[in-house]
């Protein structure tokens, strides 16, 4: 009864955020906060145990009764758009406000509220037809809120990319609804295990759904999509929008029966994209081009964990598939938490610096102390290091690559590679998040803008620091989230339902904070030891040299240069160097361009033939009468002959 | 309280003779070159001066120069204190402490090259840049490594993985870690600690701007690294858990020694591998501990 009055509150409230929003910043701020609450409120009630909330009404949308259900896996994902959704909310109040943006604001906070809303929606709809519905919706308002900006021609080629790119998994999603409700009779969505004619289903979902996770090669529209879209909406897009497409995989290879091969390509997939979106990552000289490729990354780091997961419950329901599995709940969490916060420290730097491109920055820790420490604690989460919550949730993957490699089982010929392509996968991320945070708060500032760059204010801080909180709650109480993760591992696989914690999981979190205190501990004595000794200020010592200047530091295309050399293959840089020439030269340049490599190589010339192939057959279409009726005679022609000669 | 008495006996073990390792290359390659070389404790008295200095910051540096240091110091020892030493096993011990391990070296990697490029220093940004990217090929190598010992152990908790030896591809294993251990730890061919000043330098480079109790930390934690991967390797390799307890401890120490020297000679015989021959090394360490792990698979399924 509660569960009701809460859901039946969130959605009220939200809907009239979504409509107030235009014009009310205010109330839409209150409104939006109290609907994401309550929606955290339901989502944590699942999670800690609380019954799973089913509604039924007489209501028939499209000719099928609303069906509504949270269960513990919708409420898993239900709790990160809650905290999204509000913490990004509270952050547009200054990031994207009326007096610097009279056009876009009011649009941006109903959009804001509706994705909420229709993100909730598709994690509660238990009936194909409106899950398809919510679905369309949420992306709708996701492509709404990208072309906020829509004065810009880059947004708009994003937001159109976006938009195609959407619909082609959408087209994947109808497909598989469809067969769905015609082999089973009913658009009704359930547990259905016991259906094996419909495991082959998981493909066609894994392609649609996958569009939306940015999984590696799907991901083509996610790193313009993110770069243009304003910081608070790439927040949500990468940080949670992207895991719907992780929910749906998640859903339905939980409530179907899924094909043998599901948990080697999905590990193959993930494993792939987990490399492929590091390397990326690492090449880019776009602060939030970079961050973008960061979430295919850790998409793929999720889906290595579903694909042991699925290997798991395929070969008896091992333990080792059951801790890779809450591994990749978990990473969900993290990387919703601190992909949010990089995000957020992007827009900061973007807001006062107006530039996104990395070789424009430098020194501002100097101006935005709270940015840069937010960033760089960001960055140590997200690179997986300890003593930061991204570590736990990968070392519970570890965990069950591991075993399931030690149990000399068949799997371990996908399991070993997996493995190897993890580790690598964490030393990319800490280059590129390494020259992430240098590049842009270290050393000397390129530019004017960058040297009078100033710090956000506490509107947009506030949201960091929570999100920096959860994120440390999580890296030291890991053993307190476990119930909450137990619950969607048992709605996922029944055979995995209750057992206890892995036993080090304790222990991991002791280590952990153990580990915080000893390092805060050791600067402080390295500083105190070091301010008695005596601290003199100087110039750098670049060896002798005396007059170093900004430009002279290593930048971010030199920094990565050398991973990039290896992943020429993938990455093809195109290069522009002009030399300088003759006792006096004029010009010299270098220009360097990651091109998006699978939309400009692959799917950039097949669609130009399909361009020429449609105007070449427009060419035929020249209104003259006389040319209809040969087409027509020509068509009726063929059809004889194949009714004549087809049934000889 | 036995606990406790225990566990500063071990912190003072790495603390303490940790410094000894640089003295003893040292001798080896003055030994070598027919030179008397300075003193095996000279490290102690770099330490111990280094303490009492002062500091002098690049203008550019934020509070982070001098954290950096402190955090991979801290991270080096946390992750030294997982190792088990040989008869006297870990003081911490859990499934998975192996990737705690791996990822606490990682964090030192983090910190330290974050402090490099907090002087904005082109030397440093350098160093900073080829560290990060190395690393990329050397974890591949050091998972590879552990994965191997996983499977060979059918256990996931070091102590358990080291106590046996790495079977017949032990060879293997102990050429690519001891590759590996060069690489990390800035030794010939990769990088040489004779000098901080070369364009071609890896790791020494990015030390340049610092100085003092910082500079102590940086030192002291890189010979620290030295001795974790000196023991790794060799319980990696010998039997160490499988022998009777004195004669555990003093295989121990005689690989340890035994890698000491051999760096020592491997420092005196060659050059500096020509720069763009490190990926290759490294490689090459990577599919070491690959057969490695191939030998060890066919091995557990036999």
Redesign the interface.
Known sequence: MTMDGLMVFAVLVLVAAALSGAWLPRWWLALTLAGTAALLGAAFWTLGGGAEWDWRSGFALGGERLHLRLDAISAWFLALVAVVGGAGAVYAREYWPDRERPESAGRGRGWWSTIVLCMGLVLLCANGLHFLMAWEAFALSAYFLITLERERSQTRAAGWLYLAASHAGTLGLFAFFSLLAARTGSWELGPMRDHPELAPLFWVALFGFGVKAGMFPLHIWLPSAHANAPSHVSAIMSGVAIKMGLYGLIRFSGWLPVPAGAGWVVLTLGAVSAVLGGAFALAQNDLKRLLAYCSVENMGVTLIGLGVGLLGAANGDTAWGRVAMAGALLHVWNHGLFKSLLFFGAGSVLHTTGTREMSRMGGLWRTMPWTAGLFAFGSVAISALPPLNGFVSEWLIYLGLFDAAASHAQVAAVIVPATIALGVTGALALAAFAKAAAVVFLGASRTQAAEHAHECGWWMRGPMLGLAAACTFIALGSVAVWPAIQQPLGAWNPAWRGGEAPAPLAMLGAVQAALAALVAGAVVVLWSRARTNGVRRAMTWDCGYAAPTARMQYTGGSFSALAVGWFAWVLQPQRQLRWPRGPFPRRADHVERIPETVLERVIGPVSDVVMVASSWVRQRQQGHLPDYILYLVAGLAAMGALVVFGNM | MTSILEFIARLAVWLLLAPLLPGIINKVKAWVAGRRGPPVLQLYYDLARL??????????A???F??G???A???VL?AAMLLPLGPLGAS?S????V??L???L??A??CT??AA??????????G???E??Y??L???A???AV?TL??QS???VLSAMLAPSAGTGAVLLAVGLFIVLLAENCRVPFDDPNTH?ELTMIHEVMV??HS???FA?VLHGAAMKLLLFSILLVQAVLPVGKLPAAAAAGALVAGVLGVTVGIGFVESLLARAAFRRV?LLLTTAFLLCLFA?LVA?KG??A
């Not at chain 2, 303490?51 to 550019?60: D, E």
């Not at chain 2, 859990?94 to 402490?97: I, L, P």
Request: glycine fraction near 10%; avoid cysteine; aromatic fraction near 10%.
């Open positions: 303490w009492r200095k002062g500091v002098v910051l690049s203008t550019l934020s509070p982070g001098i954290a240091p402190a955090v110091w801290v991270a946390a911490l859990f499934r998975g402490d990737i705690l791996i990822y606490l990682a964090l990697r983090f090259a974050w490029l907090e002087t904005g220093s082109a030397f440093e940004g350098m900073a840049a080829r990060v990217s690393a990329v050397a974890e591949a050091v998972i590879t994965l996983s499977m059918g256990s996931l000043l340049l701007d003092g109790p910082p930390a990926p792990l698979w557990g399924a």
